[in-house]
């Protein structure tokens, strides 16, 4: 399974699924690592490993992903032989022609039990709801905003004291199990 990584941040995600091939727990490999982030440290990591790491260049636009660069996103995939696009802290909404371009190919983590929680800062969202659990999933890109079928959840307890920040952290380390074990799930799925 080839693969190809989007990301705007830390690209902790990434790292664990580097790790996962290195340590033989997951048969794929990451061609390239995309960032629409010059400065994110994702790139940084991806060009440690000898990953080939490419920008993604929005135009100026902060939070739009506008469909030239989603085209231009979609080409270098292409070249690369990507088979899977794995969004990993990416914050921009894919649309078409992305979305076209790799049909049920795209897939992302979501740091909530999802249809609980989308969109943004959903460890907060958990805590304002006071729910007892919350967690991660990794599901299938669609057009709507954290919606499409999903492949594989984890789920995360809510500890009393936990802050927003100490029941980020949780979820995330559950995310560097989750998302790996989700690509392998895919992957045998596929055949
Ligand atoms: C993760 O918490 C993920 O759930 C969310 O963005 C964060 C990315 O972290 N979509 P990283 O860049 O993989 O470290």
Redesign the pocket.
Known sequence: MVLGIL?????????AIFDAITAGTLAARIALVLSDNPDA??LERARRHGIATGLIDCHGFKTKFPAEAQQETAACLQAAGVELVC????LRLVKQPLLGAFPKQII????SLLPAFPGLESWQQALTAGVAETG?TVHLVDAGMDTGPIILQQAVPILPGDSAASL?AR??EA?RRLYPAAIAKLAASRG
């Open positions: 990301g705007s941040g830390s690209g902790s995600n990434m790292q440290f994702i969004l990993a802290g990416f992302n983590i979501h740091p991660c980020h979820i995330q995310e």
